[in-house]
């Protein structure tokens, strides 16, 4: 039995971030478990998939690297390139992992988590573990969803394109979805020479919203702009069912319109981690997100958190990395009071002046005047 006062489950971006905040609080007493390496998730990125979101270090003017998960590094300067795959990406946070010596314990899949007597209960296959506080640290590109359409195991998702070596079966592909994760698969098939349509309901090119949780991300409308005679998209349309019938995959919308696409439609329906039966009744649910107090926690067991872009809080979706980490210290600190442990004030007032610090989601906005 592998026992501290606190376990991180996952050591992406969100688990390695929150692991080196409470290194760098004074809080030694935890843990991080992941059934991979550091960044599996990113590992297992298509080579031709990149942050949208710019990498370049500001740290000297107070506002840490768009993508750094501690206020001081620097992953466009440690990798030299300014959207990062998601490999290189995993080496940042590997390097991160190995200058604080964070104890990330690899390869130790948890097939059970259960709360007694104050306590959570991890059984992995190589030992167990107990902690009073869990903080989940998942990510979401491991957990792939199908938007409910029906026979959706028809379909490709996203995550699943690896080099797109294998889609040669025709000229024209079908995509359901409309936000980034569709417009860099129709982009990368541009790219190889394919054309594609995009079906969606909500298409975020259209979005008027400044924020890339709503809309397209300049890097994406960019890309999109040199392709844009490649890709159809077709507004206004929910698939929601993929039947097969012979060589032909045939979309049915919410209206009853049939759509014929030559292959296996892609489905760029996106991710959520609380559809793991791990964790599925640990929270209540929105959707396809979990319910969570003013501290991250789980609103059916106390000292349950979470962290990551999973967490949402109303209207205000903390889905990257610049957003979501803003999180880790207000979490620390919550802990260390509930705890009684001091904390290295310093550091914490470090992270308050490098903008990773957000305790009031009520003044987040997009708007801009220009």
């Not at 924020?211 to 929910?238: C, M, N, W």
Request: charge should be negative.
């Amino acid at each position: 039995m592998q026992k501290s006062l606190i376990t991180i489950l996952g050591a992406g971006a969100a688990g390695i971030g929150m692991a080196a905040t409470l290194k760098r609080f004074g809080i030694t007493d935890f843990q991080v478990i992941d059934k991979g390496q550091v960044g599996q998730s990113f590992r297992q990125w298509s080579p031709y998939t990149h942050f949208i979101s710019p990498s370049f270090n500001t740290a000297g003017f107070g506002f840490p690297d768009l993508n750094a998960v501690t206020p001081d590094t620097s992953p466009g300067m440690f990798l030299q390139s300014e959207h990062p795959s998601g490999p290189a990406f995993a080496a940042y946070l590997q390097a991160i992992a190995d200058e604080l010596q964070l104890p990330v314990i690899c390869g130790e899949e948890i097939s059970h988590i259960s709360y007694q007597d104050g306590y959570y209960h991890l059984t992995g296959k190589k030992d167990s573990y107990q902690s009073p506080y869990l903080i989940l640290a998942l990510g979401d590109y491991a957990f792939p969803y199908d938007g409910g359409i029906e026979n959706a195991y028809l379909g490709i998702h996203y995550s699943q394109l690896g080099d797109y070596q294998h889609l040669t079966e025709a000229q024209t592909y079908s995509i359901i979805g409309g936000n980034e994760a569709a417009f860099d698969t129709a982009i990368a098939l541009a790219r190889r020479g394919y054309r594609s349509t995009i079906y969606t309901d909500r298409s975020a090119i259209d979005s008027q919203s400044y924020d890339p949780s709503q809309g397209l991300s300049l890097y994406t409308k960019h890309r999109y702009q040199q392709f844009a005679a490649a890709i159809e998209i077709k507004r206004g349309v929910r698939i929601q069912a993929i039947q097969k019938k012979g060589p032909l995959f045939t979309l049915i919308s919410q209206d009853g319109s049939h759509f014929d696409s030559p292959t296996a439609p892609i489905l760029a329906t996106g991710f959520a981690a609380v559809k793991s039966p791990l964790i599925q009744d640990l929270f209540e649910l929105d959707g396809t997100r979990p319910v969570l107090n003013e501290w991250d926690e789980s609103t059916l067991l106390p000292d349950l958190f979470m962290v990551g872009p999973q967490v949402q809080h109303q209207n205000v979706i903390l889905c990257y990395i610049y957003k979501y980490r803003q999180r880790f210290a207000v979490l620390a600190e919550e802990i260390a009071r509930r705890q009684s442990l001091d904390l290295n004030q310093g550091q914490v007032q470090h992270y308050k002046d490098n903008q990773m610090y957000l305790a009031d989601l009520s003044c987040c906005g997009t708007d801009c005047f220009c």
